[in-house]
């Protein structure tokens, strides 16, 4: 995974489904897979307005030089209007943009404890019968 502060995600997620972030790492000044200090590493999930989603803030993780995070069922809920519509072969499909910010502290030779920061983005399509 790139070292990029923000990254966009390709895939969608369905409306109340499991959509996972996979192979979350930060990288040091040399571009060295670092393992974030213990009990440091916490996400949460928000609105593109900023709007924390189920509760989702502040969620502690386990450190490791690779992390996932998990969603499913109501962290992937819609409401409201959608953020992007679309038609493709004659069909709409309303997405939901949603934004996860991961934040933890590292040790490297430029200090210790230096925070860190990434976010990622996604879409959430609508499912019509939900």
Known sequence: MANEPIEILTLAASEKGTYAITGIQFLDEDDEIVTPI????????TTKAGVVINNKQNITIISAASMNIVLSGDDLAVSGAPDKTF???GVETKQYQRH????????S???EA??????FIFFIEN????
């Open 38 to 45: 213990a009990t440091t590493v916490k996400w949460c999930l």
């Open 87 to 89: 038609i493709a072969n």
């Open 100 to 107: 996860v910010a991961i934040q933890g502290a590292i040790n």
């Open 109 to 111: 030779t430029l200090g």
């Open 114 to 119: 230096l925070p860190v920061t990434k976010e």
């Open 127 to 130: 499912i019509v019968c939900l």
